[in-house]
């Protein structure tokens, strides 16, 4: 019996250590859709099917899939395909780390940007200007893009700019919000408002062809180990 407390309690602090007051995950699609928990929106011309996992079995990574994850498909003339996002309002001042599980096809598969948004007025909502391409009016974004260019699964982990961390994502509106990556609650705020992957071709003409899975915000403060690798 002592044993069983004393492996639940360490369990405990491993779920605890990793989520704490946002639970950090966005999304890793065993609900079998994306219109729950939560419920993305899309755009543009891409597809979106959350299908099953069973034909990674033979990858090193299979086991931290779940039963699904979501596939993406689409043809373009202009690099530009779709994409879809996610409305989340947490509190990710404690996360570090932006971790998801990303499925490439081969050298060409596709470009996957990834923008997050912060709540800078306190409105916990994301006001856009639908005269200019829905930009933010008030808000940060936070951007970085990444070729998917290997077959299989990868993990890809990227440190967010938090407290100046050193950080792939950038601001992308200079003249909006106030720079800074602040995703918490504090005087209203609704923290970290929206998530969102834009997908487009790596060359003008082409296509895309990814999956995605165990997308997360985590604490990496402890460093990258054993327990928090997947
Ligand atoms: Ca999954
Ligand atoms: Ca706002
Ligand atoms: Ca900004
Ligand atoms: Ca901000």
């Known amino acids: 019996m002592k044993k069983v407390i004393i492996v639940l309690f360490i369990l405990g602090c491993m779920l605890f250590a990793e989520e704490n007051v946002f639970n950090g995950l966005i999304d890793n699609f065993e609900d079998s859709n994306i219109t729950e928990a939560p419920n993305w929106w899309t755009f543009g011309n891409s597809e979106q099917e959350v299908v099953e996992t069973g034909k990674f079995n033979k990858d090193p990574l299979y086991k931290y899939l779940g039963k699904y994850y979501m596939q993406i498909t689409g043809k373009t003339k202009e690099y530009y395909i779709g994409g879809m996002g996610a409305y989340l309002a947490g509190d990710a001042s404690n996360d570090t780390h932006l971790k998801l599980y990303v499925l490439g096809n081969g050298p060409d598969s596709g470009k996957l940007t990834i923008q997050l948004y912060d709540d800078d ?110």
């Open 121 to 230: 007025n306190g409105t916990t909502e994301l006001e856009q200007d639908k005269a200019n391409n829905y930009e933010p009016i008030n808000d940060d974004r936070i951007e970085y893009s990444m070729n998917v260019t290997w077959k299989g699964w990868k993990v890809v982990l990227l440190p967010l700019p938090l407290n100046g961390q050193k950080s792939p994502f950038k601001d992308t509106n200079p003249k909006v919000g106030d720079n800074i990556w602040n995703p918490d609650h504090k005087a209203g705020s609704g923290g970290f408002l929206h998530f969102q992957f834009i997908f487009l071709a790596t060359t003008k003409t082409g296509d895309i062809n990814i999956g995605v899975d165990n997308i997360k915000l985590l604490n990496l403060k402890g460093g990258v180990g054993k327990n928090n690798e997947f």
